[in-house]
């Protein structure tokens, strides 16, 4: 029989076991480095809180840097807001662009129609208005400036 094997077969004695005045009074202790960490955070909340934090020299240290960080988002800030309102003036600008665009091209539509032979002699009819067509050939007459160039 080998020594692990006659270990095993012990029977617990009365001193192992726990007495129900032990288990009553269980004492949880932490280390000193977790304790001193908790004190830490709790502290740190606390002054933040009650605004200790301020006049702190460690953090007053750094007053300069967060009033440029503070700085630079308030820029940022005022960066997206004017390109967004930019942004929005382009599309409202190019929309009526496009309506101005297709007003054009009907105002154009519109003038050639008015503009064709046949509703010349139409709009003359609406009016009483007696149209004499030439009978004769069209006979350009150049002007003499035009001859001298």
Known sequence: MSNTDHIDEVEPTDTTQPT?????????????????????????????????????????????????????????????????????????????????SERAVRTEEQRVKATTHSAIVDELKRRNIPLYDCLEPVTIIKNEKQKER
Do not use: C, W
Not at 39 to 48: C, G, Y
Not at 68 to 80: C, E, K, N, Q, W
């Open 20 to 100: 129900p005045s032990d288990t009553d009074q269980v004492v949880i202790t932490m280390p000193a480095r977790v304790k001193r960490a908790l004190v830490a955070v709790v502290n740190f909340f606390r002054s933040l809180i009650t605004g200790e934090i301020i006049i702190n020299p460690t953090i007053s240290k750094g007053y300069d840097y967060l009033f440029y960080i503070a700085f630079l988002l308030l820029v940022s800030i005022i960066t997206l807001f004017s390109s967004l309102h930019m942004q929005i003036r382009e599309n409202v600008l190019s929309e009526q662009v496009r309506l101005l």
